[in-house]
T-cell receptor, first 111, second 113 residues
Framework: SQKIEQNSEALNIQEGKTATLTCNYT??????LQWYRQDPGRGPVFLLL?????KEKRKERLKVTFDTTLKQSLFHITASQPADSATYLC??????????FGAGTRLFVKA | DVKVTQSSRYLVKRTGEKVFLECVQD?????MFWYRQDPGLGLRLIYF???????EKGDIPEGYSVSREKKERFSLILESASTNQTSMYLC????????????FGDGTRLSIL
């Protein structure tokens, strides 16, 4: 069955460092992959989309990579700030209506 | 800015009750979704709708039904609530194309006693 793995353990980093979150998927080949941010008690908010023919996508301090050989996406936040503390969800999609969401990785950025 | 509004932030119901969760979006989106979110399990799709009166089952439709009579409104119905349906319920909407981002409401935390 289709499976998405994100680090279940929280990631703790110091302000100003780069945070790197991992998303691995198995048993399917997504046409694109989305990343979302979720704050406690709120719904997820869309951040970035990367397509299978794109190796890398950037938006301000965010960078996403997509390696279809490794079946992996990496999500980087450079110059991290305490306000970046949240849970980050990856969501690979094969092109249909059904998007499968990972359970998310909790990020804590300490001042 | 897209706004997806869920009718209640918190709801407490009793076992066996029929429960209605309402969701309204204001951006004329074709697609609407209902998920439940449980710790460690991520978002699981219950039902989605790609047009008025159209619906498709997601991964966990058992015990739920949906209604979409108007484009902007998508309702989730728990026919006979059970304690294992205690969860956070999230509604989302998106434009027609499958690669469009989903816009979420802030969720309804439902407790079934």
């Amino acid at each position: 069955s289709q499976k998405i793995e994100q680090n279940s353990e929280a990631l703790n980093i110091q302000e100003g460092k780069t945070a790197t979150l991992t998303c691995n998927y198995t048993n399917y080949s997504p046409a694109y992959l989305q990343w979302y941010r979720q704050d406690p008690g709120r719904g997820p908010v869309f951040l970035l989309l990367i397509r299978e023919n794109e190796k890398e996508k950037r938006k301000e301090r965010l960078k996403v990579t997509f390696d279809t050989t490794l079946k992996q996406s990496l999500f980087h936040i450079t110059a991290s700030q305490p306000a970046d503390s949240a849970t980050y969800l990856c969501a690979p999609n094969t092109g249909g209506f059904k998007t499968i969401f990972g359970a998310g990785t909790r990020l804590f950025v300490k001042a | 800015d897209v706004k997806v509004t869920q009718s209640s932030r918190y709801l407490v119901k009793r076992t066996g009750e029929k429960v209605f969760l309402e969701c309204v979006q204001d951006m004329d989106h074709e697609n609407m979704f209902w998920y439940r979110q449980d710790p460690g399990l991520g978002l699981r799709l219950i039902y989605f709708s790609y047009d008025v009166k159209m619906k498709e089952k997601g991964d966990i439709p058992e015990g739920y039904s949906v209604s979409r009579e108007k484009k902007e409104r998508f309702s989730l119905i728990l026919e006979s609530a059970s304690t294992n349906q205690t969860s956070m319920y999230l509604c989302a909407s998106s434009r027609r194309d499958s690669n469009q981002p989903q816009h979420f409401g802030d969720g309804t935390r439902l407790s079934i006693l």
